[in-house]
């Protein structure tokens, strides 16, 4: 089995009924796994950027980018500080039935190529937000990378490529 896989499935808990993709952080040796496996099948890409959303996207997001040897650009939630010019737009509702406002600084530029790097993905509404900041931005959106999908056919495919280390299903039922 993939080393990012087992890494992932080792170190992932249901825990209330609400997933812990924390715990897989907090092991050094898992964390390193799970980084490599959400950036190997982008390496002959080109990227140029990683985007990641608050908040395990800004963790992963910045590994990934440091193990692919380029940039990455925070999405915030809210209101967040995030100082300069950005650009700005609203999610539809996601997985919660809530509504977010999505925001990045104005760093992206043509001829970019962006990877968009996550935990988990239910409704796609915050990564079809990110995809919508990048290319607004004039950059490429390439794809998504997840710890884990739970996209439905319609929402992976507005997301261009997307690769993931388990589907929600290989995690089983949430335990109580």
Excluded: C
């Amino acid at each position: 089995m993939d080393p990012a896989r087992t890494a992932l499935l080792a170190n992932f808990r249901w825990i209330g009924g609400h997933a812990d993709v924390w715990r897989v952080f907090a092991d050094g040796d898992a964390l390193r796994a799970v980084v490599a496996g959400l950036v190997d099948p982008w390496r002959d890409q080109r990227v140029t950027r990683v985007v990641g959303i608050e908040s395990r996207g800004f963790l992963l997001g910045g590994a990934a980018a440091v193990a692919l040897g380029v940039g990455f650009v925070a999405v915030r939630k809210g209101d967040g500080l995030l100082p300069g010019v950005g650009l700005a737009t609203e999610a539809e509702q996601d997985y919660r039935g809530l509504r977010h406002r999505l925001r990045m600084q104005a760093v992206l530029s043509a001829g970019e190529r962006v990877l968009l790097v996550d935990d988990w993905a239910e409704r796609g509404s915050q990564a079809r937000a990110a995809r919508h900041l990048v290319e607004s931005a004039g950059a490429e959106f390439l794809g998504v990378s997840l710890l884990v999908d739970q996209l439905d056919p319609a929402a992976r495919s507005a997301l261009g490529r997307v690769t993931a280390l388990a589907t929600a299903e290989d995690l089983g039922p949430p335990a109580g």
